[in-house]
């Protein structure tokens, strides 16, 4: 795919580890580009940095379709590459374990909530 703009960053995740994630690539002070290979080619996962609140929000790219599928631990519904799916599902959950972490799921309506809430996901 061919994108063009001056509003195009693209991320070609350089800036080495960030976390427990092998590959990140950093856009702005306060947030974080990831690679989370898996799900479909170029996914990724964005993290903002909240210093003033001491905690993270996790903005996934259908790592998981909703809240139930990360407590249960289980993998989007569709992915390209099963082995590299679970690896990513499983840093995201290391990653909320250890860090105070909003999660932001894409496909219900927690997304929205956890962030309106400012709830906490409990792993």
Not at 29 to 54: F, Q, R, Y
Not at 90 to 114: A, D, Q, W
């Amino acid at each position: 795919m061919k994108l063009e703009g001056d509003n195009i960053v693209r991320v070609k995740f350089t800036d080495g580890a960030y976390k427990n994630f092998p590959e990140s690539q950093k856009i702005t002070n306060s947030l974080v580009m990831i690679k989370a290979e898996g799900h479909t080619k170029g996914n990724s996962i964005s993290v903002l940095e909240d210093k003033e609140n001491d905690c993270y929000y996790m903005f996934q790219g259908d790592v998981t379709y909703c809240d139930a599928a990360l407590y249960a631990d289980e993998l989007s519904v569709v992915f390209e590459d099963k082995e590299k799916a679970r690896e990513t599902l499983t840093r995201v959950r290391e990653f909320i374990k250890n860090n105070k972490t909003i999660y932001c799921s894409t496909h219900c309506p927690e997304g929205y909530l956890n962030i309106e809430q400012h709830k906490i996901m409990n792993l």
